[in-house]
């Protein structure tokens, strides 16, 4: 199995910036994609930002331009760098991975984003 740990949360004023990390760990070596979601009060979860285990990326339209996915594979971490932060984008932001054959998924805790305006 897989299990994820989530930091870095926390308030910021609009315009600021915050780096969420996401520690993966047990079967490292069968991770495939990664990636970030949200979800705010009363909205469904969305996909922030995915990752492959080579790089590619792919970002959620209102996200593009601020936000940056990454990873190290040698740790085992996905990384977002989120800037010139938003009132919408005050949400629970959780780490995702997908690993095995069949691409099972595990789930970060979820980490609170709260951007005042």
């Known amino acids: 199995q897989v299990q994820l740990v989530e930091s870095g949360g926390g308030l910021v004023q609009a315009g600021g910036s915050l780096r969420l990390s996401c520690a993966a760990s047990?079967?490292?070596?069968?991770?495939?994609?990664m990636g970030w979601y949200r979800q705010a009060p009363g909205k469904q979860r969305e996909l922030v930002a995915t990752?492959?285990?080579?790089?590619?990326?792919n970002y959620l339209d209102s996200v593009k331009g601020r936000f940056t996915i990454s990873r190290d594979n040698a740790k085992a971490a996905v990384y977002l760098q989120m800037n010139d932060l938003k009132p919408e984008d005050t949400a629970v932001y959780y780490c995702?991975?997908?690993?095995?054959?069949?691409?099972?998924?595990?789930w970060g805790q979820g980490t609170q984003v709260t951007v005042s305006s």
């Open positions: 995702n991975a997908e690993y095995g054959r069949y691409s099972y998924p595990a």
């Open positions: 047990g079967s490292i070596f069968s991770i495939n994609d």
């Open positions: 990752i492959s285990r080579g790089g590619m990326t």
